[in-house]
């Protein structure tokens, strides 16, 4: 499909660099409703008759499937370029809410966990990732900022979709009619939204830089790469494992919080003189996605001028204390608990911000998306991990007797101990062993010059030995 086709999409001069965060806004807005998923879990239970586990199967798959398309996806939408990757995005996505509206309509629940958690599973991986290369192809200047931008809209997707599918259910219903109805329009509206991005994304022509910027080696505050690395051998270093470990324990211990945040701050504080009511806690969930989706900004930002090792390591050891400064005031403040999780939550969602140029600042800007995609399979083990942690001790402290704090100090003391390995991992991250790099481009008179030092070498009896490929 030439439309589609990355040639069909290359910049011409003068082209407006700005242009491209809002294109990568409308993907990341609309797929960042997956976070709202909650709003339809009671109406679907009572709808259908069937249990809260069933109920968050569509959203657990669904992220479940992120992390895999993302990870087996990743090289083929750096590619097929971020058009292609957008407009598979858009017919997927919305296709699933369409699917999900047919199931609905005929009582089918298997068709809601297929459709939404299934084929809108592979709509939120290709996505998330689309833009990510493209960005930083276009802001090397600042691919921190540039990821951030994107990225904060799948974070903050929820504070539009959660409001706005509240109003339609109060408007349809939330009987089956009306939940089939609240899908349908789901799905079209996030179609024609995710449109504006397929349309107005470019690519920098070959060799495009901003004006007056140079690339730059590495420096006091980042590891930073001019070399580049295949996605292929990317998964061969110990540096992609490491910066594995780093988002899968950063991710898990934000994640714990989130999913459980109304029942949690709810249970913490319900034998204290001032209970918290479903009302308040609704807006603690509201406070901590305002949280998420601003830290994913200001964090990634912040990360451009202090680097992207310091910034985990205030992400990983600020977190760590935030979580005990937690443990140790257990229910006497109200304040103090919200401020702590609402930090705790702009880190996780700067963590998923940062990590894209993290990856561009050690292997490159070559198959940066790729990569990308493979380290996302992190969010599927921390996106299971996570909930499974908190619930599942809350779930054996209420059957022991336990109440209050009581019921997450387990969990949370887990988190921190999975913070301090994140925190050890990212100290252990260095630049990336030349033997993985990409050969570069050599010159006729370079080459010359190669060949006329390689016949000294071997009349000195001096011994050559080229740098050796990771394949």
């Not at 705790?344 to 700067?350: E, N, P, R, T, V």
């Not at 292997?363 to 969010?379: D, N, P």
């Given at each position: 499909m030439g439309f589609l086709d990355r040639s069909r999409i290359i910049a011409g001069p003068g082209w407006n660099r700005w242009l491209i965060p809002p294109?990568?806004?409308?993907?990341?807005?609309?797929?960042?409703?997956?976070?709202?998923?909650?709003?339809?879990?009671?109406?679907?239970?009572?709808?259908?008759?069937?249990?809260?586990?069933?109920?968050?199967?569509?959203?657990?798959?669904?992220?479940?499937?992120?992390?895999?398309?993302?990870?087996?996806?990743?090289?083929?939408?750096?590619?097929?370029?971020?058009?292609?990757?957008?407009?598979?995005s858009l017919v997927t996505f919305s296709s699933g809410f369409l699917i999900a509206s047919l199931g609905v309509a005929t009582r089918q629940y298997w068709l809601v966990i297929f459709?939404?958690?299934?084929?809108?599973?592979?709509?939120?991986?290709?996505?998330?990732?689309?833009?990510?290369?493209?960005?930083?192809?276009?802001?090397?200047?600042?691919?921190?900022?540039?990821?951030?931008?994107?990225?904060?809209?799948?974070?903050?997707?929820?504070?539009?979709?959660?409001?706005?599918s509240s109003q339609m259910l109060s408007s349809f219903g939330s009987d089956t009619s009306g939940i089939a109805q609240t899908f349908l329009v789901h799905g079209l509206a996030y179609a024609a939204f995710m449109t504006l991005g397929v349309l107005l994304i470019r690519v920098p022509a070959e060799g495009w830089r901003p004006a007056g910027w140079v690339p730059r080696e590495e420096t006091g505050k980042q590891l930073v790469t001019t070399a580049n690395v295949s996605a292929k051998n990317a998964v061969k270093t110990p540096q992609f494992w490491l910066l594995w470990i780093v988002l899968c324990m950063n991710v898990t211990a934000g994640i714990g919080i989130l999913q459980k945040a109304a029942p949690m701050i709810q249970d913490f504080f319900q034998d204290t003189d001032a209970p918290v009511s479903a009302t308040a806690a609704a807006g603690f969930v509201a406070l901590l996605s305002l949280a998420n989706m601003t830290g994913r900004f200001v964090w990634s930002s912040v990360s451009d001028l202090i680097g992207r090792k310091n910034i985990y390591r205030l992400y990983l050891g600020a977190g760590a204390l935030l979580y005990l400064t937690i443990l140790l005031g257990k229910n006497s403040s109200t304040v103090l608990f919200v401020v702590a999780a609402m930090v705790?939550?702009?880190?996780?969602?700067?963590?998923?911000?940062?990590v894209p140029a993290y990856l561009k600042d050690l292997?490159?800007?070559?198959?940066?998306?790729?990569?990308?995609?493979?380290?996302?399979?992190?969010?599927s083990v921390a996106g299971v991990a996570g909930p499974i942690i908190v619930d599942a001790v809350a779930d054996s402290g209420k059957k022991s007797g336990d109440s209050g704090p009581g019921l997450y100090a387990v969990s949370f003391y887990l988190m921190i101990a999975l913070l301090v390995i994140g925190f050890v991992a990212n100290e252990l991250v260095r630049p990336v062993n030349p033997k993985f790099h990409e050969p570069e481009p050599v010159a006729a008179g370079d080459r010359a010059v190669q060949d006329q030092q390689g016949e000294q070498g071997e009349e000195g009896g001096t011994d050559r030995i080229p740098a050796e490929r990771g394949n």
């Open positions: 294109a990568a806004l409308a993907i990341h807005f609309s797929i960042g409703q997956a976070y709202a998923w909650s709003v339809f879990k009671t109406p679907l239970e009572k709808a259908l008759d069937i249990s809260g586990t069933a109920s968050a199967l569509p959203f657990q798959i669904a992220i479940l499937v992120l992390g895999l398309s993302a990870a087996f996806g990743g090289t083929l939408v750096e590619h097929k370029g971020p058009r292609w990757a957008m407009f598979v459709g939404y958690g299934v084929v809108g599973g592979v709509g939120l991986g290709i996505g998330y990732i689309s833009p990510v290369s493209t960005l930083m192809k276009w802001f090397p200047d600042r691919p921190g900022m540039a990821t951030g931008t994107a990225i904060m809209g799948f974070g903050g997707g929820a504070l539009i979709a959660s409001p706005w705790i939550l702009s880190f996780y969602g700067g963590g998923f911000a940062t292997f490159g800007t070559y198959e940066v998306g790729a990569i990308h995609g493979r380290l996302l399979t992190a969010w």
